[in-house]
């Protein structure tokens, strides 16, 4: 593993920390109206207006199975610049609370297992232990190019290692 | 209340903030971690201290000083509310209550009382230290000055800081003006001037610094002492006019890059600075909007009068400007027609050129940039897709050759299609000319997509066969760079035999959407006025007797309708009084059944992302005044859908 | 006219300023506390506001903050009031936008001299 430092923004989705690398971040924003758009995926059901500008908010939820709760105050929507099929693009991601941005260094990283996850594994680019926690480092081009379908994970899973 | 005795006002109001206080303590006695309990304590503390040495209760003011010290370290977590700085604050309370009525104290008490209070709190204050002046005798400082650029905006004001200057003595300021931008870049709320004044004055460089107490942590301020040197000339000390304070400096600046215009003259101006230019005038017509809309609802005629006037004026720029850039296709159609005879001439086929959408408008510059490409694309046409005449005998087409030019818009993008009717793409040959050239593998799978973007690439066209007419340096992958560097995109389909379609995709600069704008359930969206052919009324009853065979007769003729409501599954239950938008394009009709219709609605297209381009029934969204998001519909999808609809209820029978 | 907004919770500074600034040919206007200070700045019309930081229901800071981002509220000079000279608070109000300040207690010729130094004359 290289020994490199990202600097990361974390955030919480039903009890997981996910990190983001600061570097796509442009802006965390308070929940704002959002406009469903029907016969969109749930994965990426609505869009908002960001500074004039009508961005896809992306509940990445949809990714890792997780429920919908309802939304408390703490319900931050971060926007992202992330390449989409080739083209950078203003994203909006819903986070249930996010934290400060952190330092995470490649050495307390691990890849994901492949037996035994229960998500997509390769929706995950990388695993960080850090005070006995897990944070989850996304792959947002794989998350994207798959629009969040997750597969169930089935015994195929666990005879592909 | 306000017009009574200041002093007297007070004193009541002292009352009743030792009062709070007082019961403040109580409760957190009770309650200890109570944060907003100490907070309110704190805010009565700190008032009556800041109240008390407004109108001269100065021992009132230091006492209560010590007070309020101790439940700032309380307020800031340093210090628990223990019970014993409880007390000791509560039991100061009587005290406090004399020192505000003006009752003689006893001094020595406050002292006990404090100590008390310092013992619970084991803390130290410090306190305010004290600037000292100077002295005298006549100095002369140069001084340099620039402020923050976000200082006008901050409410700060070079002009009365010049003035305070010019009160310590004799000055003399000339502005810089090197960090201006040019007229085109220049924000007017952005402060870029810098000064120079030259002083003489008795005071010291405390008082300049004094001038300056309010920006000096964020402005840069150098301050030369040249009372030693001789100060007497300073030629080219311009006394500059800085500008009247409430235009923003802007208006003083060395404006022009020198080129002016006079009416009837010509101007270049770079095509970025019309990019600008542009998506202000949208953000204008969005911002112009939002006014309408607040105008309408206010009472004040002033307002909506002056609101009326923004929005003629806007509509206005926006006119011109969209005359300045957006021009029809046409004028690009009509140099081809000159082209396809020189073509027939050259490759001795006949050939028909047909045109369709000529007036969809386009950016100026954009039709300029794609002369060239469709140049190309049309010869391609005519010299590799279009059979000869015997060849086309024997495969039973007409003798006439025929290649269409199309555009229209879609959303936020033009489309221009050249089809024509001829061979189409061999694929056999692309491969092996792909293969040939180093493109791909011998043997690789590839879409049938991908194989007819291989036409694209880079080194396929260094091929055999260069005519004369192709071969002039334009290839398809200088096609393919030309439109990719309008941001826009590329694609072939083709059938063997039957012919091929070229299909261009532009982005819109500045696409402004004249559209109806209807509800939905609890959500707006945009139809393009251009395809409303009507609107009717739907009611209940016509509802009712048309569900599972959703037709309604317009005048004799049988027209399919759509319910907005069931494709968007926004499970709300219908309005009382809906409303069918009757859309066409070309010959296809569909009626589109709404809950409401909102009004007309002209305003910027904006782009929707690549997760929502191909959800089907909306070509871009809108921005509404209010700020909300308002979806454009798709109409060409919505009426194939209506179509396809009504085929398959009337083959159902 | 000049127009003046004084946002305070104590109806006596209130009061002192206000006969302060009426004196000067000032026209002065009140309120209570952060928000309602919002409410009457954001109409527009005011050409300085004298504000306490420390007040209930929203606070000073919060209230310039806020302004700050409204179309009336760009380029107003705003004043609060600070005891003594903590750094802190100076920085923090000059970070939420406010154009500078006056120590308390201060007596109305003070008050007078600063708000003639940021008003635009």
């Known amino acids: 593993m290289t020994q490199d430092t990202i600097e990361a923004l974390t955030f919480d989705l039903q009890g997981e920390t996910f990190a983001l690398e600061a570097g796509y971040v442009r802006e965390v924003l308070d929940l704002l109206p959002e406009t469903p758009v029907p016969g969109a995926p749930a994965f990426v059901g609505a869009v908002i207006n960001f500074r ?59 890849e994901a297992p492949r037996v035994g996850m229960r998500w997509r594994a390769d929706f995950i680019r990388r695993l960080v232990r850090r005070n006995g926690d897990v944070i989850v480092l996304p792959d947002l081009d794989q998350i994207f190019a798959a629009r969040g379908q997750s597969a169930p994970v089935t015994a195929l899973h666990t005879a592909q290692r | 209340m306000s017009g009574l005795d200041p002093i007297e006002t007070f004193r009541q109001e002292a009352q009743e903030l030792l009062e709070q206080v ?7 006695a009770r309650r200890p971690g109570d944060r907003a309990l100490i907070d309110t304590i704190f805010r009565g503390l700190h008032t009556l201290k800041g109240s008390g040495a407004m109108f001269g209760f100065d021992a009132l003011a230091a006492f209560t000083h010590h007070c309020e010290t101790a439940f700032d370290r309380v307020r800031k977590g340093e210090v628990p509310a223990s019970p014993s700085l409880v007390s000791a604050v509560l039991a100061a309370q009587d005290h406090m209550r004399a020192l505000a009525e003006g009752t003689p104290v006893d001094a020595g008490a406050g002292e006990a009382l404090l100590a008390d209070l310092q013992a619970a709190i084991d803390g130290g204050d410090a306190a305010p230290a004290a600037a000292a002046p100077t002295a005298p005798g006549l100095n002369t400082f140069k001084i340099r000055f620039s402020l923050p650029a976000d200082a006008l905006i901050n409410g700060a004001r070079p002009l009365p800081l010049l003035d305070e200057l010019r009160d310590l003595g004799e000055a003399r300021v000339r502005v810089i003006t090197d960090d201006v931008p040019p007229l085109d870049q220049l924000v007017p709320a952005e402060c870029r001037l810098a000064w120079e004044v030259l002083l003489t004055t008795k005071h010291d460089r405390d008082a300049i610094d004094d001038v300056f107490i309010f920006v000096i942590d964020e402005m840069t301020l150098e301050v030369e002492d040249l009372t030693a040197a001789a100060i007497v000339e300073e030629p080219e000390v311009v006394e500059a006019v800085v500008v009247q304070e409430d235009v923003p400096v802007a208006a003083n600046t060395p404006a022009e890059t020198g080129r002016a215009a006079k009416s009837g003259d010509t101007v270049r101006v770079p095509a970025e600075r019309l990019d600008e230019m542009m998506d202000r005038v949208g953000e204008l017509v969005i911002a112009q909007s939002r006014l309408k809309q607040l105008a309408a609802s206010s009472t004040d005629v002033a307002l909506r009068a002056v609101a009326e006037e923004i929005e003629r004026l806007a509509s206005e720029m926006r006119d011109t400007m969209m005359v300045v850039r957006m021009v029809p296709i046409a004028q690009l159609f009509g140099r081809f027609r000159r082209l396809i005879h020189d073509l027939e001439r050259d490759t001795g086929k006949q050939i028909e050129l047909s045109t369709e959408g000529e007036t969809t408008e386009l950016d100026k510059t954009v039709i300029e940039r794609l002369a060239d490409p469709l140049i190309h694309l049309i010869r391609n046409s ?22 269409m030019l199309a555009a229209r818009q879609s959303g936020a993008e033009v489309v221009i299609t050249i089809t024509d009717d001829g061979r189409g793409v061999d694929r056999a040959r692309v491969r092996a000319k792909a293969e040939e050239n180093g493109l791909i593998q011998p043997g690789q799978v590839l879409s049938d997509n991908e194989l007819l973007q291989l036409i694209f690439a880079p080194g396929f066209s260094t091929a055999a066969a260069i005519t004369n007419l192709s071969g002039r340096g334009v290839g398809m992958d200088v096609v393919k760079k030309t439109i990719e560097g309008l941001r826009g995109s590329i694609e072939i389909t083709s059938t063997p035999g039957e012919g091929s379609v070229v299909s261009l995709r532009i982005p819109l600069t500045l696409a402004i959407i004249d559209g109806l704008l209807v509800r939905v359930g609890t959500g707006r969206y945009v139809i393009p006025l251009a395809t409303v052919e009507e609107c009717v009324e739907l009611t209940p009853a016509q509802d009712l007797r048309s569900t599972g065979r959703n037709l309604i007769t317009l005048r004799d003729e049988l027209v399919p309708f759509l319910r907005l409501r069931e494709q968007f599954k926004t499970g709300t239950q219908p309005d009382l009084h809906q409303k069918i938008v009757v859309v066409a394009t070309g010959q296809d009709r569909v009626g589109l059944v709404v809950d409401q219709i909102l009004g007309d609605h002209q305003t910027v297209i904006k782009p929707l992302s690549s997760f929502h381009a191909d959800v089907g029934a909306f070509s871009g969204a809108t921005i509404m005044g209010d700020g909300g998001v308002a979806l454009i519909l798709d109409i060409p999808a919505l009426v194939s859908l209506g179509q396809r609809h009504d085929a398959q209820l009337r083959a159902a029978g | 006219m000049t127009a003046i907004l004084t946002v305070d919770d104590s109806a006596s500074i209130r009061a002192a300023i206000k006969i302060a600034l009426t004196g000067e040919g000032y026209n002065v206007t009140e309120a209570a506390h952060g928000a309602e200070g919002l409410d009457k700045a954001s109409a527009g019309g005011f ?34 009031l600070t005891t003594e000279s903590d750094a802190d608070v100076k920085a923090q109000a000059k970070a939420a936008g406010a154009t500078g300040w006056l120590t308390k207690p201060f007596d109305p010729e003070q008050l007078v001299r600063v708000v003639k130094k940021v008003l635009a004359k």
């Open chain 2, 382 to 403: 005519a010299d590799h897709g279009l059979e000869g005449a015997e060849q086309r005998a024997a495969a039973g087409k007409p003798a006439v050759g025929k290649i």
């Open chain 1, 52 to 110: 004039g500008r009508v961005i896809p908010l992306v509940d990445l939820r949809m990714a890792f199975d997780m429920a919908v709760t309802e939304t408390t105050i703490d319900n931050r929507i971060v926007v992202i610049e992330h390449p989409l099929d080739g083209e950078p693009t203003l994203i909006g991601l819903r986070a249930d609370k996010v934290h400060e941005v952190t330092s995470i260094t490649a050495d307390t990283t691990e």
């Open chain 3, 47 to 80: 050409d300085l506001i004298v504000t306490d930081l420390n007040m209930p229901i929203m606070d000073g800071l919060t209230m310039i903050r806020e302004l700050r981002q409204r179309p009336a509220g760009a380029g107003v000079p705003i004043l609060f």
């Open chain 2, 22 to 28: 007082e019961q403040g303590l109580l409760d957190l």
